[in-house]
């Protein structure tokens, strides 16, 4: 017996609900992993400037180690680049909508005038935003260095098919980045009274990624747990901006944080932030990225 059309647009339902929490087999996300692989690709061919300028977004923010204007800061670099920059996506995602999604990967950088000297392993962050005209652009870049190179990624990972994410309707974007934003806060407020522990807890993905300049990043609840819960250390954290995507499922928000050491009371770091948020089926936002660089400290005036 053939399937009746009630029969066949229940099947259809549900088929897209779980090509919105699993990505597998998601175009949008494909042609997002594809685009981070040109963008590697015209870095070592074509050198890092010419890439970054032809991959990032006009009002891209790239972390020098502070936030500033990303084309600004590639335009003023030297040409031709001193150095060489090949990367690989080990991990992506994207929104349900397919206009906000992220890339994770080790990156390779060395001396062009000293091929054969050593070189320098860290992972990138790469935010992406889709334009009015359909192309992927990078919205902010970050990474971390770390003495040693990461295992080498083979196939991309993403999100595991069945995983329950939001499946809403398209949101007013601005409501939801104040939604996102007091999540933020209260993400702070936590920290400050019971540290990174106590915070991660609440609000961490049991899949999230740790960012930490000089090692390797952390992935999963637990393991950040288990990492962060003998720091005697408390941060706040000042945001410069977020974005949330057009469907309210995936978001960001960037800026600068401090630390304090509580058993001392002594400032101990200034640094620049990056935390890349989902919004779970139940529509709670969690944190599947979090990723801060030191800024070194200004020299005092004389």
Do not use: C
Request: glycine share 8%.
């Amino acid at each position: 017996m053939k399937p009746t059309l009630p029969v066949i647009t229940a099947l259809l339902i549900l088929s897209l609900a779980a090509a919105a929490g699993g990505q597998a087999n998601n175009r949008n996300l494909q042609g997002l992993v594809d685009a981070e692989r040109a963008f590697s690709r015209m870095s070592e061919e074509k050198g890092v400037r010419e890439a970054f300028l032809f991959y990032l977004a006009d009002d891209s923010v790239v972390f020098r180690p502070k936030p500033v204007p990303g084309r600004k800061a590639y335009e003023d670099s030297p040409t031709p680049s001193a150095v060489s920059l090949t990367w690989s996506p080990a991990f992506a995602e994207v929104s349900a909508w397919g206009d906000i999604g992220y890339t994770t990967g080790p990156y390779i950088v060395r001396t062009r005038a000293k091929p054969d000297a050593p070189a320098g392993h860290g992972h990138y962050v790469s935010v992406w935003e889709r334009q009015a005209n359909r192309e992927w652009k990078v919205a902010l870049d970050a990474g971390i260095r770390h003495p040693q190179p990461g295992p080498a990624p083979g196939a991309v990972d993403t999100l595991p098919a069945g995983y329950k994410r939001w499946r809403g309707q398209r949101v007013d974007r601005d409501s939801e980045r104040s939604v996102l934003l007091r999540e933020e806060a209260l993400f702070a407020q936590q920290a400050r009274a019971e540290g990174l522990a106590g915070a991660f807890l609440t609000y961490a993905a049991d899949d999230i990624r740790l960012y930490r300049d000089g090692a390797l990043p952390v992935t999963g609840k637990a393991s950040v747990l288990k990492l962060v819960s003998s720091s005697s250390r408390k941060y706040s954290w000042g945001p410069v901006d977020a974005v949330v995507s057009s469907t309210g499922d995936l978001g960001y928000v960037f800026g600068e944080s401090e630390g304090v050491d509580a058993n001392r009371n002594a400032p101990f770091e200034s640094s620049s932030y990056l935390r890349i948020w989902r919004k779970l089926a139940g529509g709670q936002w969690r944190i599947v990225l979090d990723l801060a660089v030191p800024v070194p400290a200004e020299p005092e005036s004389n």
